[in-house]
């Protein structure tokens, strides 16, 4: 069975802190892992990774995927308050498209 | 940007009504998907549709109902609705292969 986790489920930092969080994941024929950030609403798309060892970086964000390992990490520098939310991974199933989603890290930064 | 428009933020209904719940995109996406999302078990799959009148079941399809009749709208359908189905309920839309795209979710309430 196809399988996402997400470590750990919930992290508490200070502003300007660095965090990283992890995605563990087991998916035969694995296409790519899509990480989302969602705050009060619908999760909104950060990154789409496909290939190991290649840095995706948007602003104080950025990720990287280790395909041999079977993992992701989302790393966030400088934190701030406006980065509190809920960050969730998934992977397209074994079978096509549909996402599996792991359960999520809900990061609350505070002042 | 992609727009994923969900026609309500907030419903309440009764136990026992047949509840319909409207979802349209505007980026011809020819994937969307019905997820519903609780605490604690994360984002799991109900229904996806690949093409206009096509559905597919995803992990937890009991109770529920489809209907794709034009490629922009997924319709989600509770055939008598039970309190056990009250929970926050995500579409979302893509193309294949791509990230998908959230709609801000309808939050139901069952009483």
């Known amino acids: 069975e196809d399988k996402v986790v997400q470590s750990p489920l919930s992290l508490v930092v200070h502003e300007g802190d660095t965090v990283t969080l992890n995605c563990s994941y087991e998916?035969?024929?694995?296409?790519?892992l899509l990480w989302y950030k969602q705050e009060k609403k619908a999760p909104t798309f950060l990154f789409m990774l496909t290939s190991s060892g290649i840095e995706k970086k948007s602003g104080r964000l950025s990720s990287i995927l280790d395909k041999k390992e079977l993992f992701s990490i989302l790393n966030i520098t400088a934190t701030q308050t406006g980065d509190s939310a809920i960050y969730l991974c998934a992977v397209p199933n074994s079978g096509n498209t549909p996402l599996v989603f792991g359960k999520g890290t809900r990061l609350s930064v505070i002042a | 940007d992609v727009k994923v428009t969900q026609s309500s933020r907030y419903l309440v209904k009764r136990t026992g009504e047949k509840v319909f719940l409207e979802c349209v995109q505007d980026m011809d996406h020819e994937n969307m998907f019905w997820y519903r999302q609780d605490p604690g078990l994360g984002l799991r799959l109900i229904y996806f549709?690949?093409?206009?009148?096509?559905?597919e079941k995803g992990d937890i399809p009991e109770g529920y109902s489809v209907s794709r009749e034009k490629k922009e709208r997924f319709s989600l359908i509770l055939e008598s609705a039970s309190t056990n189905q009250t929970s926050m309920y995500l579409c979302?839309?893509?193309?294949?292969?791509?990230?998908?795209?959230f709609g801000d979710g309808t939050r139901l309430s069952i009483l």
């Open positions: 549709s690949y093409d206009v009148k096509m559905k």
């Open positions: 979302a839309s893509s193309f294949s292969p791509g990230p998908q795209h």
């Open positions: 998916v035969t024929n694995f296409r790519s």
